[in-house]
Nanobody, 121 residues
Framework: QVQLVESGGGLVQAGGSLRLSCAAS????????MGWYRQVPGKQRELVAF???????NYVDSVKGRFAISRNNAKNTVYLQMNSLKPEDTAVYYC???????????????WGQGTQVTVSS
């Protein structure tokens, strides 16, 4: 079965950086888009960034220029480099593997367990 294991969350001061990693297993990693979502209590899970099988990247406006998503197909791993972090980036971050090559569809994604990112002011 599909397993997604995230790492790299934690507590950081505003302006700092973190890198999240997500190791995937169970399906042919290179065949599916990968993404990162985040969720705060009482709000919907939000798509932060995703990367297609061809390497095209997409970001929510609030993180453009600060976050970078990348994938290493040889390691079955997707990364989210987060720079210039702000308190409003505080959330649980979830790795997701799509069931499509070039899009993320929340209802058909596979999900990791989530990792907490806390940015202090």
């Amino acid at each position: 079965q599909v397993q997604l294991v995230e790492s790299g969350g934690g507590l950081v001061q505003a302006g700092g950086s973190l890198r999240l990693s997500c190791a995937a297993s169970g399906r042919t990693f290179s065949s599916y888009a990968m993404g990162w979502y985040r969720q705060v209590p009482g709000k919907q899970r939000e798509l932060v960034a995703f990367i297609t099988v061809g390497g095209t990247t997409n970001y929510v406006d609030s993180v453009k220029g600060r976050f970078a998503i990348s994938r290493n197909n040889a390691k079955n791993t997707v990364y989210l480099q987060m720079n210039s972090l702000k308190p409003e980036d505080t959330a649980v971050y979830y790795c997701a593997q799509s069931s499509h090559a070039s899009a993320m569809v929340k209802t058909s994604n596979y999900w990791g367990q989530g990792t907490q990112v806390t940015v202090s002011s």
